[in-house]
């Protein structure tokens, strides 16, 4: 594929967070989803005939569970696997984003606005 100018004009921003903190979210919104039923939902795949090859199950952490829902790992076993290829996909995240030119990296919500209103404003 050949690059060519962009169809339109656009701001891409990046929030910058430290890595620590990135790691502390994910941490916890592995644990929310565990609570709002992650481990029936992946129960309710392999009932639909869903293997752990299948590509819906090639997201983080559905194997993984598929694992615990047949028996061959406990959740408490596999949560910090998880966890760990979470933080190893943001790792890989961060890299990618951070090559791109075209994203300004800002630090909260106000600076966002002035940039915003004045991309606006051109």
Known sequence: RQK???AVQA???GI???REELYARSDQAVDEMLKRGWVDEVRGLLVKGMTKDTPAMSAIGYRELA???GGQMKQEEIMPL???HTRNYIKRQITWF???PRIQWI???KEAYLIV???LKS
């Open 117 to 119: 209103e004045a991309f």
């Open 107 to 109: 630090e909260n919500e």
């Open 16 to 18: 910058q967070r430290t």
């Open 98 to 100: 951070k090559k791109d």
């Open 67 to 69: 694992d615990v829902v």
């Open 4 to 6: 060519s100018e962009p």
């Open 82 to 84: 998880i966890k760990q």
């Open 11 to 13: 701001l891409q921003l």
